[in-house]
């Protein structure tokens, strides 16, 4: 099956610093997804890019489709920006076990005041 | 609008019991998709349906393991015999359509003691 690689695996920011995610994949995909996997444990959508630049507030991603890999950029870091950080991507359809999400280990983000 | 829904939140329950876990997709979302996320790790894949029908259940790790989605809305997993292995947090998500960006529930932590 594809391989999702997510690194740093750890990170610790002081507030206010920026940063960058990346994840790596070993085929190309139908769908990139980056989540934030916050304290409690819930998964919030942060983008859905399987190509381009998007960009929402604080955050951004680039997916470089052609390259296997999308980064994630944040900016002016918060202490609520503290959690993990996962990507996961689904193969172009070609039969059983397509659109099923295969996640990276994630990056966990610490963000001190 | 709401979002996927998932009970009970926890579930504890002893080792060879039956349990079910509940999840309700975003309305008029035809994929629905079971996942389950064990300590430190990203969610891994149980099963996709599109509609009434399991299109793909290749993740199940085995037979104790079966779900549904009668009225193609509300799905129920279903775990015969648990085992202590079992524990894990479960996860629901639903999509659109197959292939489109996927949300996910708050989860089920299920513990068998």
């Known amino acids: 099956g594809i391989q999702v690689e997510q690194s740093p695996p750890d990170l610790i920011l002081q507030e206010g610093a920026n940063s960058t995610l990346r994840c790596n994949f070993s085929?190309?995909?139908?769908?990139l997804q980056w989540f934030h996997q916050n304290p409690w444990g819930q998964l919030i959508n942060l983008f859905y890019?399987?190509?381009g630049t998007k960009q929402n507030g604080r955050l951004s991603a680039t997916t470089v489709a052609t390259e296997r890999y999308s980064l994630l950029y944040i900016s002016s870091s918060q202490t609520t920006d503290s959690g993990v950080y996962f990507c996961?991507?689904?193969?172009?359809?070609?039969?059983?076990?397509?659109?099923?999400?295969?996640f990276g280990k994630g990056t966990k983000l610490s963000v001190i005041p | 609008g709401a979002g996927v829904s998932q009970t009970p939140s926890n579930k504890v329950t002893e080792k060879g019991k039956y349990v079910e876990l509940r999840c309700d997709p975003i309305?008029?979302?035809?994929?629905l998709y079971w996942y389950r996320q064990s300590l430190g790790q990203g969610p891994e894949f149980l099963i996709y349906?599109?509609?009434?029908?399991?299109?793909?259940d290749s993740g199940l790790p085995n037979d104790r393991f079966f779900a549904v989605r009668p009225e193609g809305s509300v799905s129920t997993l279903k775990i015969q015999r648990t085992e202590r292995g079992d524990s894990a947090v479960y996860l629901c998500?639903?999509?659109?359509?197959?292939?489109?960006?996927?949300?996910f529930g708050p989860g089920t932590r299920l513990t068998v003691t």
């Open positions: 998500a639903s999509s659109p359509g197959q292939g489109d960006e996927q949300y």
């Open positions: 085929d190309s995909v139908n769908n």
């Open positions: 890019i399987p190509s």
């Open positions: 996961a991507v689904d193969r172009p359809y070609s039969g059983a076990g397509s659109y099923q999400l295969t």
């Open positions: 309305s008029g979302h035809t994929a």
């Open positions: 349906f599109q509609g009434t029908g399991a299109a793909d």
